[in-house]
């Protein structure tokens, strides 16, 4: 048994890579206070648990507790209000799907991009974490709510959505310490719930009262029916909307805060980030035709996601007495399963700590021997692999070779950077940004 406390109240997510390296990958109880689950890192482990096994761990107990109040019974349980959201929710995050949308998404990024143009005006600085959730929330607001939800409302769930994952963090690492004790966040993350509720409730009413047939999620959802052949209340396709809210932009925004600082610090990645954007996309706006052969760009973003993925935490409950690589676990037992701890060990990633997008240039892995599927898992896996995967490929791109094909920019903030006290990984610190027009300096890559 380890005793992790201190380390883990300092910076969890760098505590669990930490408890995971010293013991090889092998499952290890830890000892936080009166709470001890057990860490869950090897791949083989985290397969058995999220794929082969699935149904045995769940995802219920005091960890996932608090996202009860914000997420309520939808893609982020298990049951049957799982299931059913899952059936209704998965044909609209499909490749095919997202294909028929690209083009529209596209241009809403290629608009909110161009904005930044009175930022460089003004020679004013950004918030480079809050532009990058804002710019996300206005591409998946087509997606989700058809433009039933204005721009403005729309603005306020994202600051909404981050309040909550920096609150309700401390009853995630907390769950022992009862719900009548309050604890730093409490206030916060109710306000937070509270203001989202105000943005989505009405849109939700309105769509119920005239129900159309288009095809965005909230419509969809209004002419759906639960596992019990009803018509999804309020409440379902309220959770429904902000789960999957949550799933489509917060893992985009989370991972595109991180890249800036990356190649900040790897000039040479920026660069050849840079020259594949302008041999690519030339001068005009980016397109999904472009997708394809911004193959570098991909690679980035895929490293990206392996040092700093934005599900850093998936606990999971024993329903049944198991065994996992020769450990005993009694049922009622907590796992803690960490990405960002599995695709730092050393057996399966040389040189972890180090940002190299060329471990995923095509044909690396088979010519090195293929990587464990779940060596690297930033989506999840199983059956709760996340639905917001393919609009991730498609996006993400999309946004950062626009931003680059447009603008220089500059982190202003001194590193080095750490992992936050966030239920979504995002960095302790502001990432500050600022920007000149890359029609006046063609020179300057970050």
């Not at 893609?75 to 298990?78: C, H, K, P, V």
């Not at 299931?83 to 044909?91: A, V």
């Not at 969809?220 to 029916?225: K, W």
């Not at 999971?316 to 329903?319: E, H, S, Y």
């Given at each position: 048994m380890r005793?992790?406390?201190?380390?883990?109240l300092?910076?969890?997510?760098?505590?669990?890579?930490?408890?995971a390296?010293?013991?090889?990958?092998?499952?290890?109880?830890?000892e936080l206070?009166?709470f001890r689950p057990?860490?869950?890192?090897h791949?083989d482990?985290?397969?058995?648990?999220?794929?082969t096994?699935w149904?045995?761990?769940?995802?219920?107990?005091?960890?996932?507790?608090?996202l009860?109040?914000l997420?309520?019974?939808s893609?982020?349980?298990?049951g049957?209000?799982w299931?059913?959201?899952?059936?209704?929710?998965?044909?609209l995050f499909?490749?095919q799907?997202?294909?028929?949308i690209?083009?529209?998404?596209?241009?809403r990024?290629?608009g909110?991009?161009?904005e930044w143009?009175?930022h460089?005006?003004?020679?004013r600085?950004i918030?480079?974490?809050a532009?990058?959730s804002d710019?996300?929330?206005y591409i998946?607001n087509?997606?989700?709510?058809?433009d039933?939800l204005?721009r403005?409302d729309?603005?306020?769930?994202n600051?909404?959505?981050?309040?909550?994952?920096?609150?309700?963090?401390y009853r995630i690492?907390?769950?022992?310490v009862?719900?009548?004790?309050?604890?730093p966040?409490d206030?916060?993350?109710?306000?937070?719930?509270?203001?989202?509720?105000?943005?989505?409730?009405p849109?939700v009413r309105?769509?119920?009262?005239?129900?159309?047939d288009?095809?965005?999620?909230?419509s969809?959802?209004?002419?759906?029916?639960d596992?019990?052949g009803e018509?999804?209340d309020a409440?379902?396709i309220?959770?429904?909307?902000?789960s999957?809210y949550?799933?489509s932009?917060?893992t985009?925004?989370?991972?595109l805060?991180?890249l800036?600082?990356l190649l900040?610090r790897h000039?040479d990645?920026?660069?050849r980030?840079?020259a594949?954007?302008?041999d690519v996309?030339?001068?005009g706006?980016?397109?999904p035709?472009?997708l394809p052969?911004?193959?570098?760009?991909?690679m980035?973003?895929?490293?990206?996601l392996?040092m700093?993925?934005?599900?850093?935490?998936?606990p999971?409950?024993?329903?049944e007495?198991a065994?996992?690589g020769?450990?005993r676990i009694?049922s009622?037992s907590?796992?803690?399963?960490?990405p960002y701890?599995?695709q730092?060990?050393e057996e399966f990633w040389e040189r972890?700590?180090e940002?190299?997008?060329e471990?995923?240039?095509?044909?690396r892995?088979e010519?090195?021997?293929?990587?464990?599927r779940?060596?690297?898992f930033p989506?999840?896996?199983?059956?709760?692999r996340?639905?917001?995967e393919?609009l991730?490929?498609v996006?993400?791109?999309?946004i950062?070779a626009?931003?680059?094909?447009?603008f220089?920019?500059?982190?202003?903030?001194p590193?080095p950077?750490t992992t936050?006290?966030?239920?979504s990984?995002?960095?302790r610190q502001?990432v500050?940004?600022?920007m000149?027009?890359?029609?006046?300096?063609?020179s300057g890559v970050?």
């Open positions: 005793r992790a406390l201190p380390e883990f300092r910076e969890p997510a760098a505590a669990l890579a930490g408890f390296q010293q013991a090889d990958g092998e499952v290890v109880r830890l206070g009166p057990y860490l869950v890192t791949p482990h985290v397969q058995q648990v999220v794929r096994e149904t045995n761990y769940q995802r219920q107990g005091m960890f996932w507790r608090p009860e109040r997420f309520g019974d893609i982020l349980t298990d049957e209000h299931r059913n959201s899952r059936k209704i929710l998965q044909p499909t490749p799907y997202i294909a028929t690209a083009d529209e998404m596209a241009d990024v290629a909110r991009v161009e143009d009175e460089v005006r003004a020679g600085k918030d480079g974490g532009e990058m710019i996300l929330g998946v087509r997606t989700l709510f058809g039933k204005n403005h729309g603005e306020r769930i600051p909404a959505l981050e309040t909550a994952s920096r609150s309700l963090v690492l907390m769950p022992f009862p719900y009548f004790v309050r604890i966040g206030r916060a993350f109710l306000k937070a719930v509270k203001a989202i509720d105000d943005v989505v409730s849109v309105k769509a119920m009262a005239t129900p159309d288009g095809a965005d999620v909230i969809v959802l209004c002419r759906s029916v596992e019990n018509r999804l409440k379902q309220r959770d429904a909307l902000v999957v949550a799933a932009s917060e985009t925004a989370t991972i805060t991180w800036w600082p900040d000039p990645v920026a660069a980030l840079q594949e954007i302008d996309v030339g001068a706006p980016v397109r035709g472009h052969d911004l193959r570098y760009t991909r980035v973003l895929q490293e990206t392996r700093y993925p934005a599900g850093w935490l998936l999971r409950v024993a329903v007495d065994e996992i020769g450990v009694r009622g907590t796992l803690v399963i960490s701890a599995t730092r060990l972890p700590d940002f190299d997008p471990r995923f240039a095509p044909g892995s010519s090195e021997g293929r990587r464990h779940y060596a690297y989506f999840g896996g199983g059956p709760h996340c639905l917001g393919h991730f490929n996006v993400a791109p999309l950062v626009s931003i680059l094909g447009r220089r920019l500059s982190v202003r903030t590193g950077f936050g006290w966030t239920a990984l995002r960095p502001k500050e940004l600022s000149s027009c890359a029609g006046r300096d063609r970050l």
